[in-house]
């Protein structure tokens, strides 16, 4: 007689009940706990009528109750349709306008946010069944991710249940196994910690949650819940390695495993200052997408020998670069990269957009790139980024990188601006790290010495910070847009 399927949640609940699962704050709920309250959600949006593939939306600061949710729509088959809580009454409109919501699950502190397009209800007044476990829903663990919205309007990007074997081979190549004690770093509407948490807690770890970052509490949290993994942002490890010396000296990383940073290219400089202030031996680079998953993985032992690089794939996971022809390039030239993964994708929401697929299950989401003859993969930029010069590519991710090594700049922005002589000329927008003073004469002096002279900036901005989304991209779009505007 076939064994029914079990919940991974309810196995980790089953096997150690009074294990903590997620600590809040000075709030910690254990397994079984956390289980009951899942189930007791799931429960009773099933029994308000929501059935299997209805779009459900949550929404509100990381959070115990936004766990739930999550774990909540995966149990009842729903669709998760992560919110950000940060978005206006009229963006809020657009996903759950765009996504066809069925319910919408927020806290309470941002209720005003979420217009009455469909039953809004609050984490605290939500619909309460019974705490049994429901049955296992075939397919269950879609979500609905919106994309950050860097180059336009957000859309939502349909993810499939993870592949079984592509998740094993991902936690190998992170050293991410059971018993994690996981910092959630990044906004958990945001893809990447949305993942980790997820895999954190299905394979048997615990999740240290906060409502907004703090680099002096991250700091904290990790010495005193002894944590083994976090997944951040550039922006966040920038944040912390600037931290005071003397808040530095009494931190304890010992108990840190993988530091895994993603969401925009790692510069060198900041690499080489991670390591000598934080130590060596748990930071990891990876390269992916909303779309198509995680593709690659730097390790701890390349982060100084590969300076340029975001790793190799991993698994059965295929990269490949090709030319504007279609066809693959030799290794050290550049060109669009494509993916081949069993991560699911199903395609954008509503078919308004596409991405490039080529024949064989290759897909691309628009980077350009190389691959060197040992198979790493290094990011150039994004091909709607590029910059054309006089009739020359200046790649703005290059060029960023080494502003970010001048050590009076904490951000750095680059871009094309409309130029009647050159097409564009290549524009920096930079801020100053806490006590620095930056000067346009000084930082066309630094870059002189290091680029090309088609790749050098020449304007300059200096703004005390520089527009990024919570989850660590920067807003191009936006320093684009004033400019030009301000021009115009």
């Not at 809040?24 to 308000?48: E, I, M």
């Not at 030799?330 to 078919?351: I, K, M």
């Amino acid at each position: 007689m076939p064994v029914a399927p079990v919940d991974p949640l309810a196995a980790w609940a089953a096997a150690r009940p009074d294990a903590p699962s997620v600590i809040d704050g000075t709030t910690v709920t254990t397994r079984a706990a956390l289980n009951a309250r899942v189930n007791r959600l799931a429960n009773g949006l099933v029994a308000a009528g929501l059935r299997a593939g209805d779009r459900a939306v949550w929404c509100g600061p990381n959070s115990t109750d936004v766990v739930v949710a999550m774990h909540a729509c995966r149990k009842a088959g729903l669709v998760a349709v992560p919110l950000c809580h940060r978005f206006t009454a009229e963006e809020s409109r657009h996903v759950l306008t765009d996504s066809g919501a069925a319910v919408a699950l927020v806290d309470p502190a941002h209720a005003s946010i979420v217009p009455d397009v469909c039953p809004v209800v609050t984490f605290d007044t939500a619909p309460a069944g019974s705490a049994d476990e429901p049955p296992v829903v075939a397919g269950a663990g879609r979500a609905m991710l919106y994309t950050s919205g860097t180059t336009g309007r957000p859309k939502g990007a349909i993810r499939g249940p993870a592949d079984p074997a592509l998740r094993e081979a991902m936690i190998a190549a992170l050293d991410f196994g059971a018993a994690e004690v996981h910092l959630v770093t990044g906004p958990l509407y945001h893809a990447g910690p949305h993942a980790f948490a997820l895999l954190a807690q299905l394979t048997g770890g615990t999740l240290v949650v906060s409502r907004s970052f703090d680099p002096a509490e991250w700091v904290r949290l990790v010495a005193e819940h002894r944590v083994t993994s976090a997944f951040m942002a550039p922006v966040h490890l920038k944040r912390i390695v600037g931290l005071p010396d003397e808040v530095l000296a009494g931190a304890d990383f010992s108990s840190l495993r993988s530091l895994i940073v993603n969401a925009a290219p790692v510069p060198y400089a900041l690499k080489q200052e991670v390591i000598a202030k934080l130590g060596a031996g748990f930071l990891y680079e990876v390269y992916g997408s909303t779309e198509l998953g995680i593709a690659t993985v730097l390790g701890p032992e390349d982060q100084l020998r590969k300076p340029a690089s975001c790793g190799r794939p991993y698994g059965d996971v295929g990269i490949k670069v090709v030319g504007d022809d279609g066809v693959e390039v030799p290794a050290g030239h550049a060109g669009e990269v494509f993916v081949r993964t069993t991560q699911a994708f199903e395609g954008y929401h509503g078919g308004a957009a596409t991405i490039a697929e080529l024949p064989g299950g290759w897909r691309s989401v628009g980077d350009v790139g190389w691959v060197d003859a040992g198979g790493y993969l290094h990011i150039c930029d994004r091909r709607t980024d590029m910059v054309i010069t006089g009739g020359m590519n200046v790649y703005p991710a290059e060029v960023e990188a080494v502003l970010h090594a001048h050590p009076g700049v904490a951000d750095a922005a680059v871009f094309g601006v409309p130029d009647e002589d050159w097409g564009e000329r290549v524009h920096a927008v930079v801020s100053a790290r806490p006590g620095q003073v930056l000067d346009a004469s000084s930082l066309a002096a630094f870059a002189a010495r290091r680029l090309a002279g088609f790749k050098r900036p020449r304007s300059w901005d200096v703004r005390a910070e520089l527009p990024r989304t919570e989850s660590g991209k920067l807003l191009k779009r936006v320093l684009r847009d004033e400019l030009t505007g301000a021009r115009s």
